[in-house]
């Protein structure tokens, strides 16, 4: 079982930067392969960025490539997610999410992840 909290979301205007965290319990944080998704009022969940359990491969969706980075801190059970240039269409609740097959692979359907925090807020005013 893991449990997982994000932090980091807020209100921010268009242009700016936010991170998020999402701390995970447990001692096999090291055996997951990470996600970020996100799901907007009146739209479906959707992939941001998965990055591998060695941290070796990440990947990003082309709505947020070259904008966002994600990475992880074996050592302290945490993912990130560092966004920077936002734009009010990244508004939408953030959830980040294990994926016990850690492999280097690209996983993107939310069925494939099997442990979800309960999500953060990020609001992009312009």
């Known amino acids: 079982q893991v449990q997982l909290v994000e932090s980091g979301g807020g209100s921010v205007q268009a242009g700016g930067s936010l991170r998020l965290s999402c701390a995970a319990s447990?001692?096999?944080?090291?055996?997951?392969?990470m996600g970020w998704f996100r799901q907007a009022p009146g739209k479906e969940r959707e992939f941001v960025s998965r990055?591998?359990?060695?941290?070796?491969?990440?990947y990003y969706a082309n709505s947020v490539k070259g904008r966002f980075t994600i990475s992880r801190v074996n050592a302290k059970n945490t993912v990130y997610l560092q966004m920077n240039s936002l734009k009010p269409e990244d508004t939408a609740v953030y959830y980040c999410?294990?994926?016990?097959?850690?492999?280097?692979?690209?996983?993107?359907?939310?069925?494939?992840?099997?442990?979800w925090g309960q999500g953060t807020q990020v609001t992009v005013s312009s």
């Open positions: 447990g001692r096999t944080f090291s055996f997951y392969a």
């Open positions: 990055i591998s359990r060695s941290g070796g491969s990440t």
């Open positions: 999410a294990a994926d016990f097959d850690g492999s280097e692979a690209l996983r993107i359907s939310d069925y494939e992840y099997d442990y």
